[in-house]
């Protein structure tokens, strides 16, 4: 299983001005450091929460269809697939109609399921990435985003920041690691 962003959001779960404020930056030297920031937070968060934050099209490659009859979409939350296609061992694309299958974006992380008296194409497929879902994931809009993560997106933000070197001589500290992780909701074990 491999995914790959297609679009990316079209805006960050935090403004400029709120890194700013939350950096205590006054001045416009810094924005294009803070806005890299920025958006290495978010990539930064919703790798280690497998989460795709706001609007964006993802797509999911399988090299088989799955024994049971549904197709669990990472990056939730879901809003909607966009197509199925499969290549078979000559490499010919096909499209699998959305007849076949019913979306289920309640779900946590979302589904592609096979409808009653559905089943997978048989054909043989090509031996790998065979199957391709682009499928749109993230929150519509920022006031659906969990302040829980822009608070995690500023602390790594700030602390960035503050330490831009990769090393840190005198200190031991795991703070900001333990509070990006709560905020974010991260448990071990805890996957989809």
Wanted: contains cysteine; glycine residues 4%.
């Amino acid at each position: 299983m491999a995914i790959k962003v297609i679009t990316p959001p079209a805006l960050e779960p935090v403004t400029l001005g709120e890194a700013r404020l939350h950096c205590r930056v006054d001045v416009e030297d810094d924005d294009d450091v803070l806005l890299r920031l920025i958006m290495a937070a978010r990539e930064y968060a919703e790798q280690r929460e497998w989460r795709a934050y706001l609007t964006q099209t993802l797509e999911l490659y399988l090299d088989c269809w799955p024994a049971r009859n549904e197709i669990r979409l990472p990056r939730p939350p879901l809003q909607s697939v966009t197509s199925v296609k499969y290549y078979d061992e000559d490499d010919a694309e096909y499209t699998l109609s959305s007849t076949t299958y019913l979306v289920d974006s309640v779900s946590q992380p979302g589904r592609l399921v096979l409808k009653s008296g559905q089943s997978w194409p048989s054909a043989t497929l090509r031996p790998a990435n065979a199957i391709v879902i682009r499928f749109v994931a993230g929150w519509a809009s920022l006031g659906e985003l969990p302040l829980r993560i822009k608070q995690a997106m500023l602390l790594l933000i700030g602390h960035w920041y503050e330490n831009r070197e990769a090393t840190i001589t005198g200190t031991i500290s795991r703070e900001i690691e333990f509070a990006v992780s709560s905020l974010l909701g991260i448990d071990s074990a805890k996957r989809f």
